[in-house]
């Protein structure tokens, strides 16, 4: 049967903003040869970016710059002493012999030390020209130290600000006194002429218009919003009243108030003091710009560079739906003062916020700065994927053909590039199946000569088939672009992380506190590990080290280590523990126990406080509704990241698996999230206890689709191309992002950034484990001396049963997990029991309970 004619439809790529504006006329290039070659100019603009990104380049200057700043000092200092006798050598020094001015010059530096003392001192700042030195020195010991011995950027505009000041004050002061001949040494010429000028516009108003700029300056500069008076003091009922009650009270402490009422006496207004905040960003974010529909050119017409063989066409418009939706404006520098942390409630009438205000964790380390993005690499030459327009129209015409040779007709098809790869979506035309259409995956990968080609079918909620089609030029998503996007920085979320940009170029921000747990997984070599440096690079930036504690597990020992440095600020390991990354098996082991104990005990934190989840509890605390002499505590959030989970499996199997299970049960509402990634995963390394709990689960390039289907329970994953492109999978959706690239000198140059700074006294501790079955009691030594008081009644039990095992004792005996361990230890010690053999349960090496008996008497010494 003959199929029916369809009338002609336009076949050409269309851009948004195009209708039917004429193409620019393309060169000719027979005549491109009768052309002179023009020779490319040099580039001094990459030159300079090279030198100055070059690390020998920034330590010559660093050094330059602090022996030039000494240079200043001194040259500053000797023209305030010997300044009036050089001013008459400097003028004559370009029209006598420069030995002569040379010799008679006093200044310490010579002439050229006089000389520019004069523009520095004598025009200008007077005495407020010895900051100049200074700010050149701080920059200098940055640049040559790659640290900063104090806020640059803080330091500079106070010191300028001092500068201008006291030259403005020193001048008034030399004005009123009528000592004209010393106004040029002491207050400069800029402090004298615009006092000239002001006074005999405001008389002696002057001085209060130079007061209040210092006023100004310093409201702005330390963030003051309000001046409040002192508080008239209360009557003392005792001289021995304490001086100050840095305690948090509640309101069933009625014997506790007078006391806080004695101590609000002499006690300053913790309100006053100013409020730290989380960095402002302010950066443009790329956003998908969709066309209205296609209008049709009455003629049509291809490329030049587009096959004469395939150029056969069903003429089905393409439509590009985001071309062009990246920008280039620069970021704004972050903002070196932190956002406030905590609102205060207006509505608040609690006697305690209001004698003490609200409580505020980040004041444990109040000096702390928040890591700025000159710390990330930018990347100028790769700001987006190019695609041409030749590519597109290209592989529109082989997908329409590869589908028409199989019988398929399209109605029209779609393009959205993206950083990876460009997605093609097509609606086909009436009564074509679709699973039709998956079939032919491995035949439209031939015929676009694509690395590999992933269809989705049907595109969930579009109503379309989508073909994702890796891009030949690919883009690199940098993490510096990321750290300053508006979706970033203006998320309330309450852990946020960047995951990377969608196929159409939007950011995409995720919060870990409601996933609540992600599973990782990838081939060697795919991204996996910068892909783990990307997440926590997100929550440095983003959270203090009040807020936050990580806990990292790299059995690789290599992956994780350059974040040792964060030891006293972000990081939490055992009490006893020698490094806060933690490599050995058995630490594992400890370390995920230990936190199943700090979850229980949070838990029975949040039935005290009458709380449902850890933003209750800390909300609680922080209005001072909590008392601490009760055990309330502020409760950071603890993130755990596992690297290689196949590792240990293999290694420790249950006992690693209960823990990590357990946790990913019950530990979402206490704050505890897991980051869990693996190389291989297999059902026997993701089990079906594990993988029940982890509702997201990311995926970077596999080796099968067998192991694309254990961790996304889909194919696809094998059909990435790697670097980075991955799939997430979250509340039964999958998202393909490219993950950003953070490279090891910008983890070292953050890393360095916060370690530099004060942190705590030590890690935060976990709560301490002695270990189990599965910990370490042939490494201990027991006293049997001072043996539990349960001590004879778990070892009738364990000859009774003859099954020596910690849950036996827990369970019959209704002891604590750590307590029914040191039992096991103890009989162990008194060979009651036998060591331990990884999972199965110890042997018992006493057979009756008579012979039992007979060893019990020996130990009490009968």
């Not at 070196?336 to 608040?348: G, S």
């Not at 041409?388 to 399209?410: H, M, P, Q, V, Y």
């Not at 230890?825 to 012979?851: C, H, P």
């Amino acid at each position: 049967m003959a199929q029916p004619t369809t009338s002609p439809r336009q076949n050409t790529l269309r851009r948004p903003n195009e209708r039917n504006e004429p193409r620019a006329p393309r060169p000719n290039r027979a005549n491109a040869s009768s052309e002179h070659v023009r020779r490319p100019s040099f580039n001094w603009g990459a030159a300079l970016d090279r030198w100055l990104t070059d690390q020998r380049s920034t330590l010559t200057l660093g050094v330059l710059l602090m022996l030039l700043a000494v240079g200043l000092m001194i040259a500053f200092v000797s023209y305030l002493v010997n300044g009036a006798a050089d001013q008459s050598v400097v003028g004559a020094a370009f029209s006598e012999p420069l030995a002569e001015s040379g010799g008679e010059v006093r200044n310490w530096l010579g002439l050229v030390g006089a000389a520019v003392a004069q523009v520095f001192v004598f025009r200008w700042f007077g005495v407020g020209a010895l900051a100049i030195p200074v700010i050149v020195f701080l920059a200098g010991y940055k640049l040559t130290f790659r640290h900063e011995l104090l806020p640059l950027n803080r330091a500079t505009a106070t010191l300028l600000f001092a500068a201008v000041w006291i030259s403005l004050l020193l001048g008034y002061i030399v004005l009123v006194s009528n000592s004209a001949e010393t106004a040029s040494v002491w207050c400069g010429g800029l402090g004298y002429e615009l006092n000239v000028a002001l006074y005999s516009l405001f008389g002696w108003g002057n001085l209060a218009l130079i007061g209040f700029m210092l006023f100004a300056f310093v409201v702005y500069y330390f963030n003051v919003r309000t001046l409040k008076l002192p508080s008239i003091p209360r009557p003392v009922r005792s001289q021995n009243a304490p001086q100050r009650d840095d305690t948090l009270r509640t309101y069933d402490d009625e014997d506790d108030v007078d006391e806080a009422d004695q101590a609000s006496e002499i006690a300053p207004d913790a309100a006053t003091q100013p409020e730290p905040v989380l960095p402002a960003y302010n950066a443009p974010l790329a956003a998908a710009v969709v066309p209205d529909e296609p209008v049709a050119d009455p003629e049509p017409e291809l490329p030049p560079s587009v096959p004469q063989a395939i150029a056969q066409s069903t003429g089905v418009t393409l439509t590009v739906k985001n071309r062009d939706v990246t920008t280039d404006e620069e970021p704004e520098e972050l903002s070196a003062t932190p956002a406030p942390t905590f609102e205060p409630d207006p509505f608040e009438e609690d006697d305690l916020v209001a004698l003490h205000g609200l409580y505020d964790p980040t004041l444990d380390l109040p000096q702390y700065q928040y890591p700025t993005t000159d710390l990330l690499t930018e990347y100028q030459n790769n700001r987006k994927a190019q695609v041409s327009d030749d590519e597109l129209t290209a592989n529109k015409i082989k997908i329409e053909n590869t589908l028409r040779n199989f019988g398929i007709e399209i109605d029209s098809i779609q393009a959205s590039i993206g950083p990876t790869v460009t997605l093609y979506e097509i609606i086909p035309a009436k009564g074509v199946r679709i699973s039709k259409i998956k079939s032919l995956e491995d035949d439209i990968a031939l015929s676009l000569s694509a690395l590999g080609i992933r269809i989705i079918a049907p595109m969930p909620g579009m109503g379309t088939i989508g073909i994702e089609v890796p891009n030949k030029n690919r883009e690199m998503v940098s993490m510096r672009s990321m750290i300053t996007s508006d979706v970033f920085n203006n998320s309330k979320f309450d852990l946020p992380i960047v995951l990377g940009k969608t196929i159409s170029n939007e950011i995409y921000v995720a919060d870990l506190a409601k996933m609540p747990h992600l599973l990782m997984a990838g081939a060697t070599g795919q991204g996996k590990s910068v892909g783990l440096n990307v997440l926590l690079t997100s929550l440095i930036y983003r959270k203090h080290p009040s807020q936050l504690k990580l806990v990292l597990v790299d059995p690789k020992k290599v992956e994780l280590t350059l974040f040792n440095k964060l030891e006293r600020h972000f990081l939490a390991k055992l009490p006893d523990a020698d490094e806060p990354i933690i490599t050995d098996t058995k630490k594992v082991v400890n370390t995920l126990n230990s936190l199943c104990i700090e979850m229980d005990n949070r838990y029975n934190l949040l039935k005290d406080g009458g709380c449902r989840n850890l933003k209750e509890y800390n909300a609680k605390f922080v209005k001072r509704r909590l008392n601490p002499e009760k055990g309330h505590r502020f409760l950071p959030y603890i993130v755990l990241i596992i690297d290689e989970l196949a590792d240990l499996m293999m290694t420790a199997g249950k006992e690693v698996e209960q823990p990590i299970a357990r946790l990913a049960q019950l530990a979402r509402a206490i704050g505890i999230h897991l980051v869990v990634a693996t190389q291989r995963p297999s059902v026997n390394v993701i089990t079906g206890l594990i993988k029940a709990n982890f509702p997201a689960r990311l995926s970077f390039k596999v080796t099968s689709k067998i192991d694309s289907r254990t961790i996304l329970d889909t194919g696809g994953a094998e059909q990435l191309v790697g670097m980075g492109d991955m799939l997430l999978s979250s509340n039964s959706d999958i998202i393909r992002l490219q993950c950003p690239f953070v490279d090891t000198n910008e983890i070292e140059d953050l890393c360095e950034f916060v370690g530099n700074q004060r942190g705590y006294d030590d890690a935060y501790a976990l709560p301490e484990f002695l270990g189990d079955d599965g910990g370490q009691g042939d490494e201990k030594d027991v006293d049997l001396d001072n043996r539990d008081p349960m001590f004879d009644e778990a070892a009738r039990l364990i000859v009774i049963h003859q099954q020596g095992s910690t849950s036996l004792i827990q369970r019959k005996l209704k002891l604590g997990y750590n307590r029914a361990g040191r039992l096991v230890d103890q009989l162990e010690a008194a060979k009651i029991v036998g060591q331990f053999e990884g999972s199965k349960a110890r042997d018992v090496l006493v057979n009756d309970l008579q012979t039992l008996e007979e060893m019990l008497k020996r130990l009490k010494g009968e």
